[in-house]
């Protein structure tokens, strides 16, 4: 399998709701990758799991809450968005983080969010 | 800080037109470039990148220290290549900054 995979594929939720997003791959990669992509924007990185653990948070609201129960799974939590945060969300993975090594990142379909 | 440009918004051409879509950016050591494209619909995919120097669907794209520059070029375009581009640029390791893009569209 050498895809990344990620569900739902649409999401509308409200300001109130809690949600999770889900990815998933099964290439053995160490590292995922969370990014939020407006509309006819580029792919802004929110965090980075390497090893399951966290390394990169970019300044991220506390309102997103990532987490890497293990090394092919990666959830995203929601809880209390705004109507700012509807984008599309895409998912990546790679071999490794690399700190000076650069790895291929696989992108996911992304889940197109909408809160209302 | 890295930052990566990319002037044009939409390039519309006609097929069987060359096409060139730019890249400048500003690090200050040595970077890595790539391509990306994210055609209709699908996922954001690696097109290129600058140290394997390969051409991929007929692009090519050259790095210029000089000019610090990484323009994407096609001799012919074709009706599947209209898509959006990114240029993106790692300045060590696995970050990427990626530029703003530019949609190509091809024309018959």
């Known amino acids: 399998d050498t895809e990344v995979t990620q569900t739902p594929k649409h999401l509308v939720m409200g300001m109130t709701n809690k949600k999770s997003l889900k990815c998933e791959q099964h290439?053995?990669?160490?590292?995922m990758y969370w990014y939020k992509q407006k509309a006819k924007k580029p792919p802004e990185l929110m965090f980075v799991?390497?090893?399951?653990?966290?390394?990169i948070n970019e300044s991220v609201p506390s309102r997103f809450s990532p987490e890497c129960p293990n090394s092919s799974l990666l959830n995203l939590h929601l809880h209390a968005l705004q109507p700012e945060d509807s984008a599309l969300y895409l998912c990546?993975?790679?071999?490794?983080?690399?700190?000076?090594?650069?790895?291929?990142?696989?992108f996911g379909p992304g889940t197109r969010l909408t809160v209302t | 800080a890295q930052r990566v440009t990319q002037p044009e918004k939409l390039l519309s051409v006609f097929k069987g037109a060359p096409v060139e879509l730019k890249c400048n950016y500003s690090y200050s050591g040595s970077p890595e470039l790539f391509w990306y494209v994210q055609y209709s619909r699908q996922r954001l995919q690696l097109l290129l990148r600058?140290?394997s120097r390969e051409s991929i669907k007929g692009f090519t794209a050259d790095l210029n220290k000089g000019e610090t520059s990484f323009h994407l070029k096609k001799p012919f375009a074709q009706e599947e290549d209209s898509a959006m581009y990114y240029c993106?640029?790692?300045?060590?390791?696995?970050?990427?900054?990626f530029g703003t893009g530019t949609q190509l569209k091809v024309e018959l």
């Open positions: 990546a993975s790679s071999q490794f983080y690399g700190v000076k090594t650069h790895y291929e990142q696989y």
């Open positions: 290439m053995g990669h160490r590292a």
């Open positions: 993106a640029l790692a300045g060590g390791g696995n970050k990427l900054t």
């Open positions: 600058h140290i």
């Open positions: 799991y390497s090893y399951e653990k966290l390394s």
